[in-house]
T-cell receptor
Framework: GEDVEQSLFLSVREGDSSVINCTYT??????LYWYKQEPGAGLQLLTY?????DMKQDQRLTVLLNKKDKHLSLRIADTQTGDSAIYFC?????????????FGTGTQLKVEL | DAGVTQSPTHLIKTRGQQVTLRCSPK?????VSWYQQALGQGPQFIFQ???????QRGNFPDRFSGHQFPNYSSELNVNALLLGDSALYLC?????????????FGSGTQLSVL
C-alpha cells in the first residue's frame, strides 16, 4: 500500500543544518522527491533521487535514501530564513496507467535568527 | 517561459453547486495532473490527463471529472459540491517520459464551499 509519513514540525537556528525525515511503505517506488511549499504558493520541486541510489547532493541539499528501511531524508546545510516553508516528500509508484505521486503530510520548517 | 497557470485563484461556492477550474501547463509539457490539498495535509492525487484522456485516477468520486484539450490545457469539474470539497486544488504539468515524474505545480485555486 501507499503511505508516506513525516514529522510535522522542525525548528532550527539560522546557519545550522536541518534534517527532515520521511518514511514510505511502497517498495516499488521508482523515484522519490522533495518539494517545498511557501505560504499561498504551489509546490516547488527541490530535488529527487532514483530508488537504486543511496545519496544525492545538490548544492546545500543532500538526500539520503535507505531503501531497506524505506527511509528518506533531506539535509539542508547552512539553513537560511528563506528556507522557512513546508517540505513534502513524495514517492512515485508506477501503476498500470502511468506514474503518480503520493505525498507525505509535510514538515513545517521554521528558521529562527 | 510561463510556468503552470491556474484560474481562478479563489472561488466561493455553496453546497450543491458545480465548479470548473482551469489549468494551462508549462510550455512543452503534455501531461496534466490534478491534486487536492486540504488544510494541513499533503496533496492527494485526483487524476492525470495525457493525450486528452484520463490516464489514471485516484480515490475520488465520480463527482470529480476532467478534460484535456488539444493544446494540453485542462479543466477540473466538481459537481454537487460538499463542504468537504473545500481545499486548495493544484494543477501540475509534466512531460511524459519514463519513470521520473517531475511535476511543476501552479499556485492553485482555493475553493471554499459554504
Amino acid at each position: 500500500g501507499e503511505d508516506v509519513e513525516q514529522s510535522l514540525f522542525l525548528s532550527v537556528r539560522e546557519g545550522d543544518s536541518s534534517v527532515i525525515n520521511c518514511t514510505y511503505t511502497d517498495s516499488s517506488s521508482t523515484y522519490l522527491y522533495w518539494y517545498k511549499q511557501e505560504p499561498g504558493a504551489g509546490l516547488q520541486l527541490l530535488t529527487y533521487i532514483f530508488s537504486n541510489m543511496d545519496m544525492k547532493q545538490d548544492q546545500r541539499l543532500t538526500v539520503l535514501l535507505n531503501k531497506k528501511d524505506k527511509h528518506l531524508s533531506l539535509r539542508i546545510a547552512d539553513t537560511q530564513t528563506g528556507d522557512s516553508a513546508i517540505y513534502f516528500c513524495a514517492e512515485n509508484v508506477l501503476t498500470g496507467g502511468g506514474n503518480k505521486l503520493t505525498f507525505g503530510t509535510g514538515t513545517q520548517l521554521k528558521v529562527e535568527l | 517561459d510561463a510556468g503552470v497557470t491556474q484560474s481562478p485563484t479563489h472561488l466561493i461556492k455553496t453546497r450543491g453547486q458545480q465548479v470548473t477550474l482551469r489549468c494551462s501547463p508549462k510550455s512543452g509539457h503534455d501531461t496534466v495532473s490534478w491534486y487536492q490539498q486540504a488544510l494541513g495535509q499533503g496533496p492527494q492525487f485526483i487524476f492525470q490527463y495525457y493525450e486528452e484522456e484520463e490516464r489514471q485516477r485516484g480515490n475520488f468520486p465520480d463527482r470529480f471529472s476532467g478534460h484535456q484539450f488539444p493544446n494540453y490545457s485542462s479543466e477540473l469539474n466538481v459537481n454537487a459540491l460538499l463542504l468537504g470539497d473545500s481545499a486548495l486544488y493544484l494543477c501540475a504539468s509534466s512531460l511524459a517520459r519514463g519513470l521520473n515524474e517531475k511535476l511543476f505545480f501552479g499556485s492553485g485555486t482555493q475553493l471554499s464551499v459554504l
